[in-house]
């Protein structure tokens, strides 16, 4: 059975750094490999929106609010996919999600920016 667990989030300062990751179980490598993997968030009240992607040969796609703050990255031997957080902002409070594909997907993990 595919799982797919997010760990890292938790309460920061604005201005300072979290890691997110997520690592793949159950799920076959060439799934893993072969899709695009990606980090969403859903802020109360918000649907839910893609904030950085990493596609099977490598290239990154950021939503235009964490360009140059956030950087995606994977590990295909580990079936993990990692999201490095910089700068952070009162505005990126959310539950992020990593997924796979977007067909399958993480319970999500909190992080809480205070101003």
């Known amino acids: 059975q595919a799982r797919l667990v997010e760990s890292g989030g938790g309460l920061v300062q604005a201005g300072g750094s979290l890691t997110l990751s997520c690592k793949a179980s159950?799920?076959?490598?060439?799934?893993?490999?072969?899709?695009?993997l990606g980090w969403y968030r859903q802020a109360p009240g918000n649907e839910r929106e893609l904030v950085a992607s990493?596609?099977?040969?490598?290239?990154?796609n950021y939503a235009d609010s964490v360009k140059g703050r956030f950087t995606i990255s994977k590990d295909n031997v580990r079936r993990s996919v990692y999201l490095q957080m910089n700068s952070l902002k009162p505005e990126d409070t959310a539950v992020y999600y990593c997924?796979?594909?977007?067909?399958?997907w993480g319970q999500g993990t909190q992080v809480t920016v205070s101003s």
């Open positions: 990493i596609i099977p040969g490598g290239s990154t």
């Open positions: 997924s796979v594909g977007r067909q399958y």
């Open positions: 159950g799920v076959i490598l060439s799934v893993f490999t072969g899709n695009t």
